[in-house]
């Protein structure tokens, strides 16, 4: 599918959300799923899972430099919310089939931080679908 369909396609369905309210306009096209936030287009292979999508929103939301801000501390100073990726990242680490292939999805139950992580990317998630992200998410995300 060359670009011109896709955003034909995706014009059609921005048409079609303005009657089920605020979801994010998505398509799937040559094994890739492609999103439409905002004034964004996200790109990702067709096998990454919601909640993999909305947790990798939230990082871009924060930024490189906060995360490379976070990366230069001691753990125990770490924002929580740097906690709970490093959280996330461990589940899935420990989660793993050791035959995994890329792009294969797996499950793991959610401990306590990673729920926080998704509850947060999800309403991080829905802020952007309405357009009131707060400018600089990053640093009001640092005083929660």
């Keep these: 599918m060359g670009h011109e369909e896709v955003i034909r396609r995706m014009t059609e369905e921005s048409r079609r959300a303005e009657f089920r309210g605020a979801e994010s306009i998505k398509l799937n096209s040559q094994g890739h799923t492609i999103r439409a936030i905002w004034n964004r287009i ?29 990366d230069k501390l001691p753990a125990h100073r770490q924002h929580v919310i740097m906690k709970w990726i490093v959280a996330w990242h461990a589940l899935a680490m420990a989660n793993k089939p050791a035959n995994h292939r890329t792009g294969e999805r797996f499950s793991a139950a959610p401990t306590g931080e990673t729920q926080e992580l998704i509850a947060l990317a999800h309403d991080v998630y829905r802020l952007q679908l309405v357009r009131k992200l707060p400018p600089k998410l990053g640093s009001g995300l640092r005083w929660l």
């Design 42 to 70: 996200h790109w990702a292979p067709e096998t990454e899972t919601y909640h993999e999508f909305i947790v990798g929103l939230l990082k871009q939301s924060l930024g490189r430099n906060w995360k490379a801000e976070q």
